[in-house]
């Protein structure tokens, strides 16, 4: 079987956990654009998690709204996955295995129902579940941010930008399912990702302050240009323009030539806005959950796209 996931934090615990129940003899990290421009092959034998779905696939997990299919009409469904919009993609798999175990079923790998419900049960993992939901679905308190620590300092390594990183992100599956969370963050090659990741946050910081700006209620942050954009919480930005609900942000796409990428996302500390962005970026090619989503548009198209989402994000005085 291969896994087909996405090399974020969420990715990667949902690797952890299929792993620990199914014999994965080849990994596929890829982001959700490519899923939904039809440029992944997927064969017979295939679980994907934390992306859009495919036909051909033989299981299916995911959590992102704007992936759902009439195929999935019931959260779990028993040998084909399952979605809901559950706080990570991770959830929707921990309760598929739950199920089986309580159902008294054996995985693919001969898991028994007994060491399923076991290993699931963990102090450790549902301490990794808890951290999982809370750094997928934004649930950080504002020291989160400023002093990530754990499970949250751990997902600020893994984005899925650079493929040269496949190595690492094997290393931290293997870790997320077998080794405590001490062992994790002592472990040598996290350890320096994440002592860099902190150094960098300053880094980070002073370019935010100097890209982003308020336009209205919007956020707006424009990172075209800037050729190596600082590691560092992604929620920072939250931390510096606080009066903004909702933020736009912009910059070259590191993976697409000529491509223009623009995420949007609630204020994870001031979340009053309406709109649902996961359904509004899917007039750009993209997706996501009701509060935070992303696209990719073609350079020449970027401008037009920009000042219509701004428009649709933007709030009556």
């Excluded at 939250?238 to 909702?246: A, M, V």
């Excluded at 001031?270 to 959950?289: D, I, K, R």
Aim: glycine share 8%; aromatic share 8%.
């Amino acid at each position: 079987m291969r896994l087909v996931t996405r090399a974020d934090f969420d990715g990667l615990v949902c690797g952890a956990l299929v792993t620990k129940f199914e014999t994965i003899d080849d990994y596929l990290y890829v982001e959700p654009k490519f899923m939904q421009d039809g440029l992944v092959e997927i064969r017979q034998g295939d679980i994907i998690t934390n992306l859009p779905y495919h036909p051909n696939c033989t299981l299916w997990f995911d959590h992102h709204i704007t992936n759902t299919t009439p195929n999935f009409a019931t959260p779990i469904i028993l040998g084909r996955g399952g979605f809901r919009l559950a706080p990570s993609a991770a959830r929707v798999v921990y309760e598929y295995y739950e199920e089986l175990g309580n159902r008294q079923q054996a995985t693919g790998n001969r898991k028994t129902p007994e060491e399923i419900v076991a290993f699931l049960g963990t102090a450790r993992m549902q301490h990794l579940m808890h951290e999982v939901d809370r750094v997928d679905a934004g649930k950080l308190e504002q020291e989160d941010v400023l002093n990530p620590q754990g499970y949250v300092l751990l997902s600020m390594t893994t984005d899925g930008r650079n493929a040269g990183d496949e190595p690492y992100w094997l290393k931290v599956i293997n870790l997320l399912r077998d080794a405590t969370l001490d062992d994790v963050m002592n472990e040598p090659q996290i350890k320096e990702r994440c002592r860099r990741i902190q150094e960098e946050q300053e880094k980070l910081r002073q370019l935010l302050l100097q890209r982003t700006s308020y336009k209205g209620n919007v956020i707006y942050c424009d990172l075209r240009g800037v050729k190596e954009i600082p590691d560092g919480n992604r929620f920072l930005v939250f931390t510096l323009f606080p009066n903004g609900n909702i933020q736009v942000k912009v910059a070259h796409d590191s993976q697409r030539p000529n491509t223009t990428s623009i995420s949007v996302g609630y204020n994870i500390f001031n979340p009053t806005s309406n709109v649902n962005v996961g359904e509004l970026l899917t007039n750009y090619g993209g997706g996501g959950h009701k509060v935070v989503g992303s696209s990719r548009v073609p350079n020449d198209q970027a401008e037009q796209a920009i000042k219509e989402i701004l428009a649709a994000v933007t709030e009556a005085d």
